[in-house]
């Protein structure tokens, strides 16, 4: 009986260290699939969303957003390019985040074109290509964070 109770121990701690082992797997899988959310509070960002990396309008944006890199330093941008399926930096290197988590979190499955999401985690603007930096630019400039942060320089 003895026996019993303790090999009935053993598979009931083998079993609990196996749904610990899973829900280890699972955090981990989360973790590596990730959107933007690590940005909130910290940085803007700009998403392109194209479905063709080559795309003429994706590449007149880039330039645009790039002859500005002074000014999206300052107002603390990061942009990131949605094409494919997967998630670029603005010189076209493939990063860790995860296209569909980013997507869906800010309603981007169907749209084509630049989203400003701001500190907060909310979307700010939606347009589709090309839009003038200075659009962006006089938008986050009017923004009561953004104020702030010029009033505390």
């Known amino acids: 009986m003895a026996f019993f109770l303790l090999l009935s121990k053993v598979s009931s701690m083998h079993l609990v260290k196996q749904l610990l082992m899973v829900l280890l797997l699972m955090v981990c899988a989360n973790t590596i699939a990730q959107g933007i ?15 063709n990396i080559d795309s003429d309008w994706l590449k007149a944006q880039v330039k ?15 942009v990131f390019i949605l094409s494919d399926g997967k998630v670029y930096d603005i010189e076209q290197n493939e990063t860790d985040l995860d296209a569909e988590i980013i997507e869906d979190q800010y309603g981007l499955n ?12 909310g979307v700010k603007l939606k347009e589709g290509f090309i839009v003038n930096p200075r659009t962006i630019f006089e938008l986050i400039d009017s923004m009561p964070m953004r104020q702030a942060e010029i009033k505390n320089q």
């Not at 169907?110 to 985690?121: C, P, R, S, T, Y």
């Open 37 to 51: 959310d690590t940005y909130q509070w910290k940085n803007r960002i700009i998403i392109l969303k194209e479905t």
């Open 64 to 78: 645009r957003l790039q002859s500005d890199m002074g000014e999206l330093n300052e107002r603390q941008l990061v």
């Open 110 to 121: 169907d749209f084509q074109g630049l989203a400003l999401i701001g500190k907060d985690g």
